[in-house]
């Protein structure tokens, strides 16, 4: 028999670690669900569970009643857009894994009204994740491409005067392109103009014609042992000037001189250009995922709050 699902105090969190890690891997070591990917073992899931903010997530445990895990989800909360990114859920396989997950889901979905838009990317090919997400009156977008490079061969970055640190008056030239690029973009104005005052993640402005035209954001995760590119853009007017490579190989480099083995990012499938510039830089897909989306277009509509 299995008890509802509980909410987990951010305390527990850790230790649901290694059930996340090993449900979100198949037999043959594809990942299950994009977001609840956390490294390549289980240590690094545990870390990174224990690094997130408590107001910034929320999981859910069910269980036997011997206290047996058999299900988990999760996400991380932008409560100043009213958003959450959803990790799994999983269940252990059985006969009523299926009915668990999308009861981990409902119970999600019920417990945080004031949240108007979720987002999920499941594996391109989960066939059980894709089907709960769509009878969910989930919407499918697009398919993301999950990129990686190793870090510390002989493609570093040369001096480019083009390329300098952002700063703030940066900001009026090229968030109105960056909100063009990314209209669902997981950082917000405050999170980038943060960035740029105070660290820890990185903002690079690329200049042509006497004005910043470009820019890249990108996160030095400890965590993963990985520098993660954020956002990268250019205006359409500076494209094919070699702009957009400039600024990836500065952030490749600073993730190098901050000792980290690899670089990764997530690009939706149509954006052409960009793949074929992060191949050109050695980066090689390591999985994909399908975006799937449910919004609620005010707070009265939203799903009724667990009682
Ligand atoms: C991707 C992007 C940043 C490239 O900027 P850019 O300044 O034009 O790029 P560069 O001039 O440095 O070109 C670098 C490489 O990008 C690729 N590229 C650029 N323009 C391209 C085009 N029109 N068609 C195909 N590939 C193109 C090529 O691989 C090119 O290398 P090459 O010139 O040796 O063939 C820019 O096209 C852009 O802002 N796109 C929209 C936003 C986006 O997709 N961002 C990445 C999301 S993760």
């Not at 990942?31 to 929320?58: F, I």
């Not at 900001?171 to 999170?191: E, I, K, N, R």
């Amino acid at each position: 028999m299995i008890e509802v699902p509980v909410l987990v105090p951010p305390s527990e969190w850790p230790a649901l670690g290694k059930f996340i890690f090993q449900s979100n891997r198949t037999a043959d070591g594809r990942v299950r669900c994009l977001h609840g990917d956390q490294g390549d073992d289980e240590r690094s899931h545990v870390a990174e569970l224990a690094g997130l903010p408590a107001g910034e997530a929320a999981f859910w445990r069910a269980a036997d009643l011997c206290g047996e895990t058999l299900g988990v989800i999760g996400c991380e909360i932008e409560r100043s857009q009213r958003r959450a990114w959803i990790r799994g859920p999983w269940a252990v396989p059985g006969p009523s894994s299926a009915s668990l997950e999308a009861a981990l889901l409902n119970t999600l979905e019920r417990a945080l009204p004031e949240i108007k838009r979720l987002d999920a990317f499941p594996s391109e090919d989960d066939e059980t994740l894709v089907a709960l997400y769509r009878g969910a009156g989930y919407r499918r977008m697009e398919v993301h491409r999950v990129m990686q490079a190793a870090l510390g061969d002989a493609r570093t970055a040369t001096a480019d005067a083009r390329i300098r640190p952002a700063r703030m008056d940066d900001l009026q030239h090229w968030l109105p392109l960056h909100h063009g690029l990314f209209p669902g973009s997981y950082l917000s104005d405050d999170d980038i103009a943060a960035a740029i005052r105070d660290g820890p993640r990185l903002v690079l402005s690329a200049w042509f014609d006497g004005r910043p035209v470009g820019y890249v954001v990108a996160k030095d995760d400890a965590t993963m042992d990985e520098l993660y590119v954020d956002y990268l853009g250019v205006d359409p007017r500076a494209r094919g000037r070699g702009l957009g490579r400039a600024l990836l190989l500065h952030a490749i480099h600073w993730g190098e001189g901050r000792g980290r083995r690899r670089a990764a990012l997530t690009v939706r499938q149509d954006r052409a250009e960009a793949l074929s510039l992060y191949l050109q830089c050695g980066f090689k897909q390591a999985r994909a995922g399908v975006h799937w989306c449910k919004e609620w277009t005010d707070v009265a509509a939203s799903p009724p709050a667990a009682s």
